[in-house]
Protein backbone atom coordinates (compact mmCIF):
# COMPACT_ATOMS: atom_id res chain seq x y z
CA UNK A 1 0.00 0.00 0.00
CA UNK A 2 2.91 2.37 -1.03
CA UNK A 3 0.49 4.86 -2.81
CA UNK A 4 -0.79 5.47 0.82
CA UNK A 5 2.34 7.65 1.45
CA UNK A 6 0.75 9.85 -1.56
CA UNK A 7 -2.55 10.90 0.64
CA UNK A 8 -2.82 13.68 3.24
CA UNK A 9 -2.37 11.25 6.12
CA UNK A 10 1.20 10.76 4.58
CA UNK A 11 2.54 14.11 3.57
CA UNK A 12 1.89 17.68 5.44
CA UNK A 13 -1.01 19.69 4.46
CA UNK A 14 -2.56 23.27 4.26
CA UNK A 15 -5.04 23.80 5.95
CA UNK A 16 -8.46 25.20 4.26
CA UNK A 17 -11.13 26.89 5.35
CA UNK A 18 -13.78 27.37 2.38
CA UNK A 19 -16.02 24.42 1.85
CA UNK A 20 -13.91 21.97 -0.80
CA UNK A 21 -14.93 18.34 -0.95
CA UNK A 22 -12.35 17.52 -3.33
CA UNK A 23 -10.41 17.41 0.20
CA UNK A 24 -11.99 13.97 0.78
CA UNK A 25 -10.11 10.72 0.12
CA UNK A 26 -10.84 7.22 -0.15
CA UNK A 27 -9.12 4.33 0.76
CA UNK A 28 -9.88 0.84 -1.05
CA UNK A 29 -11.25 -1.49 1.92
CA UNK A 30 -9.64 -4.59 -0.38
CA UNK A 31 -6.99 -3.42 -0.19
CA UNK A 32 -6.41 -4.09 3.25
CA UNK A 33 -8.71 -6.82 3.11
CA UNK A 34 -5.96 -9.06 0.92
CA UNK A 35 -4.20 -10.08 3.98
CA UNK A 36 -7.22 -11.70 5.60
CA UNK A 37 -7.59 -14.54 2.78
CA UNK A 38 -11.26 -14.71 3.39
CA UNK A 39 -11.86 -16.99 0.83
CA UNK A 40 -10.02 -19.46 2.84
CA UNK A 41 -13.01 -19.20 5.47
CA UNK A 42 -15.19 -21.29 2.57
CA UNK A 43 -16.57 -18.05 0.66
CA UNK A 44 -15.32 -18.76 -2.69
CA UNK A 45 -16.52 -15.36 -4.08
CA UNK A 46 -14.90 -13.57 -1.00
CA UNK A 47 -17.72 -12.63 0.33
CA UNK A 48 -17.57 -10.73 3.85
CA UNK A 49 -17.84 -13.55 6.46
CA UNK A 50 -19.31 -10.39 8.90
CA UNK A 51 -21.72 -7.60 8.26
CA UNK A 52 -21.08 -3.91 10.12
CA UNK A 53 -20.78 -0.43 10.33
CA UNK A 54 -17.82 1.67 11.01
CA UNK A 55 -19.15 4.68 13.27
CA UNK A 56 -17.08 8.13 12.83
CA UNK A 57 -17.20 10.63 15.88
CA UNK A 58 -16.13 13.84 14.57
CA UNK A 59 -15.59 16.54 16.65
CA UNK A 60 -14.12 19.73 15.24
CA UNK A 61 -17.23 20.96 12.78
CA UNK A 62 -17.88 24.22 12.88
CA UNK A 63 -19.48 26.84 9.87
CA UNK A 64 -21.21 29.70 9.96
CA UNK A 65 -24.74 30.60 9.98
CA UNK A 66 -26.34 33.31 7.64
CA UNK A 67 -25.61 35.84 9.81
CA UNK A 68 -21.94 35.30 9.83
CA UNK A 69 -22.13 33.49 13.60
CA UNK A 70 -20.27 29.93 14.20
CA UNK A 71 -22.21 27.33 14.67
CA UNK A 72 -20.34 23.94 16.24
CA UNK A 73 -21.58 20.51 16.22
CA UNK A 74 -20.48 16.94 17.10
CA UNK A 75 -20.96 14.80 13.50
CA UNK A 76 -21.46 10.90 13.37
CA UNK A 77 -21.25 8.96 10.82
CA UNK A 78 -22.20 5.88 10.23
CA UNK A 79 -20.55 3.66 7.12
CA UNK A 80 -21.34 0.26 6.11
CA UNK A 81 -18.52 -2.12 6.08
CA UNK A 82 -19.77 -2.70 2.69
CA UNK A 83 -18.82 0.03 1.02
CA UNK A 84 -15.91 0.08 -1.55
CA UNK A 85 -13.76 2.82 0.35
CA UNK A 86 -13.14 4.38 3.57
CA UNK A 87 -12.27 8.07 4.37
CA UNK A 88 -8.82 8.71 4.82
CA UNK A 89 -8.89 9.91 8.27
CA UNK A 90 -6.84 13.10 7.51
CA UNK A 91 -8.43 13.93 4.64
CA UNK A 92 -11.86 14.16 6.77
CA UNK A 93 -10.14 16.16 9.28
CA UNK A 94 -9.48 18.75 6.59
CA UNK A 95 -12.88 18.54 4.90
CA UNK A 96 -15.00 18.50 8.10
CA UNK A 97 -12.40 21.99 8.99
CA UNK A 98 -13.38 23.45 5.45
CA UNK A 99 -16.40 24.42 6.90
CA UNK A 100 -15.23 26.71 9.44
CA UNK A 101 -15.90 29.82 7.41
CA UNK A 102 -18.46 28.85 5.11
CA UNK A 103 -22.41 29.86 5.17
CA UNK A 104 -24.72 27.57 5.72
CA UNK A 105 -28.82 28.46 6.25
CA UNK A 106 -29.09 25.21 8.49
CA UNK A 107 -27.56 22.82 10.12
CA UNK A 108 -29.40 20.54 8.29
CA UNK A 109 -28.07 21.77 4.65
CA UNK A 110 -24.61 21.02 6.70
CA UNK A 111 -25.66 17.57 7.30
CA UNK A 112 -26.91 16.77 3.36
CA UNK A 113 -23.59 18.32 1.93
CA UNK A 114 -21.11 16.25 4.23
CA UNK A 115 -23.91 13.41 3.72
CA UNK A 116 -23.38 13.35 -0.10
CA UNK A 117 -19.88 14.44 -0.23
CA UNK A 118 -18.57 11.27 2.02
CA UNK A 119 -21.26 8.93 0.51
CA UNK A 120 -19.79 9.67 -2.73
CA UNK A 121 -15.76 9.20 -1.45
CA UNK A 122 -16.61 5.63 0.05
CA UNK A 123 -18.58 4.56 -3.06
CA UNK A 124 -22.22 3.47 -1.60
CA UNK A 125 -25.12 5.22 1.17
CA UNK A 126 -24.02 5.84 4.77
CA UNK A 127 -25.80 8.44 7.06
CA UNK A 128 -24.53 11.34 8.74
CA UNK A 129 -26.39 13.30 12.06
CA UNK A 130 -25.06 16.38 13.73
CA UNK A 131 -25.18 16.75 17.71
CA UNK A 132 -25.50 19.72 19.25
CA UNK A 133 -23.48 20.37 22.36
CA UNK A 134 -26.69 20.18 24.32
CA UNK A 135 -28.10 17.28 22.53
CA UNK A 136 -24.83 15.57 22.99
CA UNK A 137 -24.56 15.85 26.67
CA UNK A 138 -27.36 13.10 26.76
CA UNK A 139 -25.44 10.61 24.67
CA UNK A 140 -24.98 7.27 26.50
CA UNK A 141 -21.81 6.32 27.64
CA UNK A 142 -19.89 2.83 28.50
CA UNK A 143 -21.28 0.09 30.28
CA UNK A 144 -18.55 -2.47 31.94
CA UNK A 145 -20.62 -5.31 30.68
CA UNK A 146 -18.79 -8.77 30.62
CA UNK A 147 -15.45 -9.61 31.44
CA UNK A 148 -12.96 -7.71 31.56
CA UNK A 149 -9.19 -9.83 31.05
CA UNK A 150 -7.36 -7.08 31.66
CA UNK A 151 -6.57 -7.80 35.32
CA UNK A 152 -5.95 -11.23 34.53
CA UNK A 153 -2.35 -11.78 36.36
CA UNK A 154 -0.07 -13.75 32.95
CA UNK A 155 3.17 -13.45 32.33
CA UNK A 156 3.57 -12.00 28.84
CA UNK A 157 6.56 -12.60 26.02
CA UNK A 158 4.76 -11.67 22.87
CA UNK A 159 4.24 -8.34 21.43
CA UNK A 160 4.14 -9.00 17.15
CA UNK A 161 1.21 -10.80 15.97
CA UNK A 162 0.43 -13.98 17.25
CA UNK A 163 -3.37 -15.48 16.33
CA UNK A 164 -2.22 -18.78 17.44
CA UNK A 165 -2.26 -17.80 21.14
CA UNK A 166 -6.30 -17.71 21.08
CA UNK A 167 -7.88 -20.63 23.36
CA UNK A 168 -10.87 -22.65 23.29
CA UNK A 169 -12.57 -24.73 25.54
CA UNK A 170 -13.47 -28.19 23.86
CA UNK A 171 -17.00 -27.77 26.50
CA UNK A 172 -20.40 -27.37 25.63
CA UNK A 173 -21.53 -24.34 24.05
CA UNK A 174 -21.88 -21.11 25.51
CA UNK A 175 -22.92 -17.94 25.07
CA UNK A 176 -19.67 -14.98 26.51
CA UNK A 177 -18.66 -11.55 26.31
CA UNK A 178 -15.17 -10.32 26.97
CA UNK A 179 -13.36 -6.74 26.59
CA UNK A 180 -9.86 -5.33 26.94
CA UNK A 181 -8.77 -1.97 27.31
CA UNK A 182 -5.61 -2.63 26.28
CA UNK A 183 -5.61 -2.75 22.55
CA UNK A 184 -3.01 -0.98 20.58
CA UNK A 185 -1.68 -1.06 16.95
CA UNK A 186 -0.40 1.13 14.58
CA UNK A 187 -0.62 3.43 11.46
CA UNK A 188 0.44 1.58 8.79
CA UNK A 189 0.93 4.97 6.97
CA UNK A 190 2.97 7.30 9.84
CA UNK A 191 3.08 3.96 12.13
CA UNK A 192 1.61 6.44 15.20
CA UNK A 193 -0.04 4.12 18.13
CA UNK A 194 -3.69 3.33 17.95
CA UNK A 195 -5.56 3.08 21.63
CA UNK A 196 -8.79 1.30 21.69
CA UNK A 197 -11.34 -0.87 23.68
CA UNK A 198 -12.11 -4.14 22.52
CA UNK A 199 -15.51 -6.00 22.72
CA UNK A 200 -15.79 -9.60 21.74
CA UNK A 201 -19.39 -11.46 22.22
CA UNK A 202 -19.69 -14.95 21.28
CA UNK A 203 -21.57 -18.23 21.25
CA UNK A 204 -19.77 -21.22 21.05
CA UNK A 205 -16.66 -23.32 22.60
CA UNK A 206 -15.64 -20.83 25.47
CA UNK A 207 -12.49 -18.70 24.55
CA UNK A 208 -9.98 -18.53 27.24
CA UNK A 209 -9.76 -15.29 29.02
CA UNK A 210 -6.08 -15.75 29.45
CA UNK A 211 -5.10 -16.38 25.66
CA UNK A 212 -7.70 -13.36 24.69
CA UNK A 213 -5.66 -11.12 26.49
CA UNK A 214 -2.38 -12.68 25.24
CA UNK A 215 -3.83 -12.44 21.47
CA UNK A 216 -4.60 -8.43 22.50
CA UNK A 217 -1.32 -7.89 23.41
CA UNK A 218 0.34 -9.51 20.68
CA UNK A 219 -1.23 -6.93 18.59
CA UNK A 220 0.49 -3.68 20.07
CA UNK A 221 3.39 -3.30 17.66
CA UNK A 222 0.65 -4.28 14.71
CA UNK A 223 0.34 -1.85 11.73
CA UNK A 224 -3.58 -1.69 10.16
CA UNK A 225 -6.40 0.93 10.35
CA UNK A 226 -8.87 0.47 12.51
CA UNK A 227 -10.96 -1.21 10.36
CA UNK A 228 -8.40 -3.19 9.49
CA UNK A 229 -7.81 -3.97 13.21
CA UNK A 230 -10.67 -5.28 13.71
CA UNK A 231 -11.72 -7.52 11.04
CA UNK A 232 -8.44 -9.40 11.66
CA UNK A 233 -9.48 -9.97 15.24
CA UNK A 234 -13.04 -11.21 13.66
CA UNK A 235 -11.39 -13.71 11.25
CA UNK A 236 -8.36 -14.40 13.57
CA UNK A 237 -11.40 -15.60 16.16
CA UNK A 238 -13.36 -17.09 13.45
CA UNK A 239 -10.16 -19.74 12.47
CA UNK A 240 -9.02 -20.22 15.82
CA UNK A 241 -12.55 -21.07 18.18
CA UNK A 242 -15.19 -21.57 15.26
CA UNK A 243 -18.00 -19.64 17.21
CA UNK A 244 -21.55 -19.83 15.45
CA UNK A 245 -22.24 -15.84 16.67
CA UNK A 246 -19.58 -13.37 16.98
CA UNK A 247 -19.13 -9.65 17.35
CA UNK A 248 -16.12 -7.72 17.51
CA UNK A 249 -16.28 -3.93 17.94
CA UNK A 250 -13.75 -1.59 18.62
CA UNK A 251 -13.79 2.03 20.29
CA UNK A 252 -10.42 3.98 19.15
CA UNK A 253 -9.27 7.35 21.33
CA UNK A 254 -9.09 10.33 19.24
CA UNK A 255 -6.60 11.00 16.61
CA UNK A 256 -7.38 14.83 14.80
CA UNK A 257 -10.59 15.40 16.92
CA UNK A 258 -12.09 12.01 15.55
CA UNK A 259 -12.68 8.67 17.02
CA UNK A 260 -13.40 5.73 14.99
CA UNK A 261 -15.14 2.65 16.19
CA UNK A 262 -15.48 -0.52 14.15
CA UNK A 263 -18.24 -3.12 14.62
CA UNK A 264 -18.49 -6.71 12.87
CA UNK A 265 -20.68 -9.09 13.63
CA UNK A 266 -22.57 -12.30 11.64
CA UNK A 267 -25.10 -12.16 14.13
CA UNK A 268 -26.57 -8.37 15.70
CA UNK A 269 -26.87 -5.24 14.55
CA UNK A 270 -24.31 -2.48 15.91
CA UNK A 271 -24.12 -1.71 19.47
CA UNK A 272 -25.25 1.52 21.16
CA UNK A 273 -22.48 4.53 20.01
CA UNK A 274 -21.46 4.99 23.69
CA UNK A 275 -18.42 6.70 24.51
CA UNK A 276 -15.16 4.80 26.95
CA UNK A 277 -13.89 6.82 29.45
CA UNK A 278 -10.79 7.45 27.07
CA UNK A 279 -13.34 8.86 23.92
Known sequence: MSYLKETPLGRSSDYVDEYTPSLLCPVPRWDARESLELEALGDEDTSLPFHGTDIWNAYELSWLNE???PVVA??????????????ESKSLKLYLNSFANTRFENRDQVRAAIEKDVAQTVGGNMEVLLHSLEESAGFPVWEDRGQCVDNIDIGFEHYEYRPDLLLCD???????????????????????PDWATVVVRYTGRAISPASFLRYVVSLR???????QIIEQMFVDLMRQCSPRHLTVYGRFTRRGGIDINPFRSNSEQPLPNRRTIRQ
Open 67 to 69: KGK
Open 74 to 87: LCELRIPCTTPNIV
Open 170 to 192: QGAEQTGQLYSHLLRSHCPVTNQ
Open 221 to 227: NHQGFHE
